[in-house]
Every structure is written in structure tokens, then in C-alpha cells.
């Protein structure tokens, strides 16, 4: 069943009816090519999902009729896992994005760091934003995600670092040396964890002090060297596998 996340204020709960909008439209009317009396799955982004019967379409809305109401049940509720990723080239943060929603990341967050090659001013840095809220939400929907992933605005190495106190536990992806994940995760019980990810080339040896110097620690991925997009993803499927997610038995 098709699945759309919705804003609070699209639900009347007096008239049990939820009023889609925007895109939303668009993708029922000619992408889906729902009819009235279709069911749909809306979800509120804040762990309430709605089954509802599509009752009108018109050029600008879709009304519908709420049939009933349930707990969403697409949300890891072990860990929350936010991926620092510095800008690798091309169109592979849209893989980061798309893949690591799938996978359950919580939040993204985007930097520049001493070796990262892709310069974006702040124009361009915001309509890049608005792109990857949209693959974000696409991603949610077809994962029957419970939420939408945040993502934040396009940071610097110096700003991601500030942000390392909200985290529980720190993972630095680090090529020339660290610890292997299962040990980091024995070694201390986290909830909130925020996975660091450098570009192609890498990270400087003064960045991973700096990192270590705010209480991240080293994480060694073994003997192959993995992509910048395919590092992220590699440690968030093997902590929600060690978290009970993806099939895996609960710490």
C-alpha cells in the first residue's frame, strides 16, 4: 500500500479526514493513478500511522477518509544513528541518502572537510538541501519509514566537531588505524550514536586528532579500502544488525 507522510495540520480530527497536498497530488494522480475509493497509508511523522479511503481528487488536493489509526512500526527502536558524511563527488550522496533511510539512519549530516573536492556557496548549498530532503522523504515512504530522516544544512569539519557532545558514542572512520566495531560496541552501551565518514582522499591526521580530542573513536574497517559513499552504510547495517534491526538478535 502506498505510503505519504503528512504535517499534523492535514488531520481534522473532527471529521476523521486527512487532506493531502503539493507533490503528494501529483505522485497519487499520475504516478500512482489512484481512484476514489483507493486506500493509502498516511503517516504523521511522529510514530501514528492512517489507513485511509481516498473520498475526492481535484487539480490541488486529495481528501480522504481516516478508516483507522495504528503505531508505525518502520522506526529502529534501539539506537538512533546519525551519518557526518564530508561531500563526495558526483551523485553519490544521493546513494548515501536514499540507501542509509532504507537502512534506518536517523539523521544526516553534511560537511566540508580539509580534502573534501566538491565546493558548494550558499545558494547552491541550499537548493542541493531541498534535493536531498525530497530523495529522504521518497526513501521514507517506499521503507515505511515511521519518520522522515533529518537532514542538515551543509556544515564545516569545525561545526560537525561542536555537535559531537549530543552523541553517545562517537565513530570515527579512520583508514590508517582504530578499533574494529564489534569491540567499540562492547565497549560502552549507547543510544545515540553519530558515524563520521570522510571524502575520497580521506581524512588529515590533524582532523582524526581532532576528532579523538572531542571523544570520538578510531574505527578501522579492515583490509579493504571502502568508497566514501559505501563506508556510511557499512557501519550503520552492522549496528542495527548488532541492535536487533535487520534480522539480527538484541544486544
Known amino acids: 500500500m502506498q505510503r505519504y507522510f503528512i504535517k499534523t495540520n492535514q488531520i481534522d480530527e473532527v471529521t476523521q479526514s486527512i487532506t493531502l497536498t503539493g507533490d503528494d497530488v501529483h505522485h497519487i494522480k499520475n504516478v500512482m ?8 497509508l498516511c503517516c504523521d511523522g511522529a510514530g501514528m500511522d492512517y489507513r485511509v479511503r481516498i473520498e475526492q481528487i481535484s487539480g490541488s ?27 563526495p563527488k558526483g551523485d553519490k550522496v544521493d546513494w548515501v541518502l536514499q540507501k542509509g533511510t532504507e537502512l534506518g539512519a536517523y539523521a544526516f549530516i553534511p560537511f566540508t572537510s580539509a580534502r573534501t573536492v566538491v565546493k558548494l556557496d550558499e545558494k547552491k548549498a541550499g537548493k542541493r538541501r531541498e534535493r536531498w530532503e525530497r530523495i529522504v522523504k521518497e526513501a521514507a515512504e517506499q521503507s515505511r519509514r515511521g519518520r522522515i530522516p533529518k537532514v542538515n544544512a551543509l556544515t564545516t569539519w569545525r561545526q560537525c566537531l561542536a555537535q559531537f557532545s549530543s552523541f553517545d558514542r562517537i565513530l570515527f ?76 538478535e538484541p544486544l
Not at 33 to 40: P, Y
Not at 61 to 87: D, H, K, M, W
Not at 187 to 211: C, N
Request: hydrophobic content about 40%; some cysteine; overall charge negative.
Open 33 to 40: 493513478r489512484l481512484e476514489v475509493t483507493d486506500t493509502i
Open 61 to 87: 488536493e486529495v481528501q480522504c477518509r481516516i478508516l483507522e489509526s495504528f503505531s508505525s512500526t518502520g522506526e529502529p527502536n534501539q539506537v538512533e544513528i546519525t551519518i557526518a558524511f564530508s561531500l
Open 173 to 248: 572512520a579512520y583508514e590508517k588505524g582504530g578499533k574494529a566495531l564489534g569491540s567499540l560496541l562492547a565497549e560502552k552501551e549507547a543510544k545515540r550514536f553519530l558515524v563520521i565518514v570522510g571524502p575520497e582522499g580521506g581524512f588529515t591526521e590533524h582532523e582524526a586528532e581532532e576528532a579523538v580530542n572531542q571523544g570520538a573513536a578510531l574505527l578501522h574497517l579492515g583490509p579493504r579500502i571502502l568508497r566514501a559513499e559505501t563506508a556510511p552504510l557499512a557501519v550503520l547495517s552492522c549496528i542495527q544488525y548488532t541492535y536487533g534491526e535487520l534480522g539480527g
